[in-house]
């Protein structure tokens, strides 16, 4: 129940920003989806991974309140928030660029 409240503010913030760049906003809100599940799932076979080689006998239980999932959230939020500000930086640097090559389009019909 946790990760679909993760999920749906995931997925809120990242349509918040492709509306602020005027990006597809549902493309985005499925991409951290994506990030979200991804990071999730390759977390828990890592771990599931790591319990087989060290302790063949104990049963792991991915579906509680257990201190590995509390940890696999913490760091898919975290994969989440460091791709939003990945996103966010390249589309302030991409609208720079639009900006100054607009100007630098203006000039060019002044001068003519």
């Given at each position: 129940?946790m990760?679909?409240?993760?999920l ?37 076979y ?67």
């Amino acid at each position: 129940m946790m990760s679909v409240f993760i999920l749906i503010g995931a997925y809120g913030h990242y349509t918040e920003l492709a509306e602020r760049f005027g990006k597809t906003k549902w493309l985005l809100g499925l991409l951290a989806i994506g990030i979200y599940l991804g990071f999730q799932i390759a977390f828990l076979y890592c771990y599931g991974i790591y319990q087989e080689s060290t302790n063949a006998n104990n049963e792991i239980n991915y579906t509680g309140f257990s201190v590995v999932n509390i940890v696999s959230w913490l760091f898919a939020i975290g994969a989440v928030y460091g791709f939003y500000k990945v996103l966010e930086n390249r589309f302030q640097k991409e609208a720079l660029r639009k900006l100054f090559l607009n100007i630098e389009e203006m000039k060019n019909r002044e001068e003519r």
